[in-house]
Nanobody
Framework: VQLPASGGGLVQAGGSLRLSCSAS????????IGWFRQAPGKERAFVGA????????YSLDSVKGRFTFSRDNAKNTVYLQMSSLKPEDTAVYYC????????????????????WGQGTQVTVSS
């Protein structure tokens, strides 16, 4: 199963990017999907998540109002729309599939995930 992430790049502060994470090989329409990021020299951190239907999203306080999570289950793709980007958003961004279907009980549901995306670099210049 491949989970390539795309859409990263270099953007000035205040700019926008949309990341995509498309699954091939199987459907994840019954699974919550999480987004994580890892900045240089730091541990990977939870950014947000979207439930399997897309009805609910959850996000880190520091990205609320700036990041939007969505998904298209017909395309087996999830999206992270990022706006008003800040230099501190610079990181490699990853998507992850929840370890069990039809459940979201917090970021820990991704801890044992078998499926992590390959990451895409986001760099925000000041």
């Amino acid at each position: 199963v491949q989970l390539p992430a795309s859409g990263g790049g270099l953007v000035q502060a205040g700019g926008s990017l949309r990341l995509s994470c498309s699954a091939s090989g199987r459907s994840f329409s019954d699974f919550a999907i999480g987004w994580f990021r890892q900045a240089p020299g730091k541990e990977r951190a939870f950014v947000g998540a979207i439930t399997w239907t897309g009805a609910k999203t959850y996000s880190l306080d520091s990205v609320k109002g700036r990041f939007t999570f969505s998904r298209d289950n017909a395309k087996n793709t999830v999206y992270l729309q990022m706006s008003s980007l800040k230099p501190e958003d610079t990181a490699v961004y990853y998507c992850a599939v929840a370890s069990v279907p039809l459940l979201y009980n917090g970021p820990s549901i991704f801890s044992d995930s078998k499926y992590w995306g390959q990451g895409t670099q986001v760099t925000v210049s000041s």
